[in-house]
């Protein structure tokens, strides 16, 4: 009877402390050290965008994933353009997951770069390369989470599925290429990771905030387009397309959108004053109260990372007119970019820009597809995985939600039914976070392999038995 009883004990401490279907004795060094050595060849593989050849690191993924036995389909999309489609079958009990990536960068100017930016350098610990934070990084990390639930032998409740596309950069094709094409092969999934988030490490090496993006502004172009009479500079008229445009201008600059606290926007401030403010935090977590408070507003207005999340903004970004400075043009345009809440309706606000333009001779017409804003909740399974796996790893650290003021494709995989996440697993430093798209992308090596537990956590918390 005592070595039943001893038996048991040590079964119910394996099940307690090693992920759902995981083996006590793995690994993990070795893991590390090959998603370090593959992250380095997939820097190698030029997809900057334009042109993109993504179909190169589509191949890349598709043989990774047949040696170990992982079936992997590509998807032609455009010439030397291709989709990356690994599964892992569960037992159907769940809906499945899907670790989403883009395999295309922007483009890099190598002269402006300390190491060649397509040649995976290491460096003062740090591992170099175009993609390193956006988002080659991640994706390989999702590819190892896939090879790591294969070789233990992961018991699944849900499908996990690998997506990697193109043209996240530029354009969209590669995501609605899926959905247009494919949809059968990701529209019942009931979890989506993609790239977001911000984990920064600030002094004393701690990171305060683990930020997950579960919503993001939908971007709204608009166009602006005064016609008139062509002339000489030297007569000027009040009419001319140019001044119409530049008054109709000055009324939409000056314009304040109206303020509009959402539940989103009120619990991430919420979460700000836990940790930045707690004194403040009866205040902050009143937002629509305190926002009356003439100071506690301008205060709150005139914080660049706050202030975005409170309303829709305009920003004035294109200018044309004439080519000559001594011919009035019979055409001047305008181009504003707007970017607008979750629950916004587009019509309702370019209704909106109309009135405050308040010149019907002047065109104002969309010029982006338009997006309807949308966000996922932070009530669900895989949400408390997010707060149990960053509660195990970074025990000081608080989870919060957050609202992006760009854009990222999970919100056409929301219009899906899919409750989609921009989840970063691993933490950076300001000065590596502010590398994307810059010069000397890279990331911090021992902080990219520690990432690959946390994500490798999350998903076996959610897809395992």
Not at 49 to 70: H, S, T, V, W, Y
Not at 92 to 108: E, Q, Y
Not at 413 to 420: C, E, F, N, T, V
Not at 437 to 453: S, V
């Amino acid at each position: 009877m005592r070595k039943v009883v001893v038996c048991f004990i040590v079964l119910l401490a394996a099940t307690l402390f090693f992920p759902a279907g995981a083996r006590a004795q793995t690994d993990w060094t070795k893991y590390e050290a090959q998603a370090t050595e593959l992250l380095r060849q997939y820097f190698r593989i030029d997809t900057s965008n334009p042109p993109g050849n993504e179909r190169r690191a589509a191949e890349f993924f598709c043989a990774l994933f047949a040696k170990e036995g992982i079936e992997c389909q590509i998807f032609d999309i455009a010439p030397g353009r291709a989709n990356a489609y690994a599964r892992l079958k569960g037992d159907g009990s769940k809906r499945p997951m899907i670790l989403l990536n883009h395999t295309d960068v922007v483009n890099a100017d190598p002269k402006l770069w300390s190491v060649p930016p397509f040649s995976g350098e290491l460096r003062n610990g740090a591992l170099y390369g175009r993609g390193a934070q956006d988002m080659k990084s991640e994706g390989m990390l999702q590819a190892m989470v896939m090879i790591a639930l294969k070789r233990e032998r992961v018991k699944l409740s849900r499908d996990v599925i690998f997506l990697a596309v193109a043209d996240e950069e530029v354009g969209t094709i590669g995501t609605e290429w899926m959905v247009q094409n494919k949809r059968e092969l990701v529209a019942g999934a009931e979890f989506l990771i993609n790239e977001g988030g911000e984990n920064l490490i600030e002094e004393g090496g701690a990171a305060p905030f683990w930020g997950v993006d579960v919503a993001e502004k939908a971007p709204y172009w608009l166009r602006l387009t005064a016609r008139g009479k062509a002339g000489h500079g030297s007569v000027p008229h009040a009419d001319a397309a140019p001044h119409r445009l530049a008054r109709a201008l000055q009324r939409v600059v000056d314009y304040e959108t109206p303020v509009r606290v959402t539940p989103l926007t009120q619990q991430i401030f919420c979460d700000i004053a836990r940790v930045r403010f707690p004194s403040e935090k009866e205040k902050f977590c009143n937002l629509e109260t305190s926002l009356r408070d003439a100071a506690f507003r301008k205060r709150v207005s005139e914080n660049a990372d706050w202030a975005f999340m409170l309303r829709n903004t305009i920003s004035l970004t294109v200018l044309r007119g004439g080519p000559q400075t001594n011919v009035i043009p019979a055409e001047a345009v305008a181009e504003l970019d707007a970017r607008l809440l979750p629950g916004e309706e587009p019509q309702k606000f370019l209704e909106e820009i109309k009135r405050v333009v308040a010149d019907d001779s002047i065109a104002i017409e969309p010029i982006s597809k338009i997006r309807t804003p949308n966000e996922s909740p932070t009530d669900n399974e895989m949400w408390r995985a997010f707060e149990a796996v960053v509660g195990k790893h970074f025990p000081k650290t608080v989870v919060s939600p957050r609202l992006t003021s760009g854009y990222t494709e999970s919100q056409i995989y929301r219009q899906l039914g899919i409750a989609s996440y921009g989840f970063c697993p691993f933490v950076s430093t300001r000065e590596e976070a502010d590398t994307p798209h810059g010069t000397d992308e890279r990331i911090l090596l021992k902080e990219y392999q520690a990432g690959l537990r946390v994500l490798y956590d999350v998903v076996t918390r959610v897809a395992g038995k």
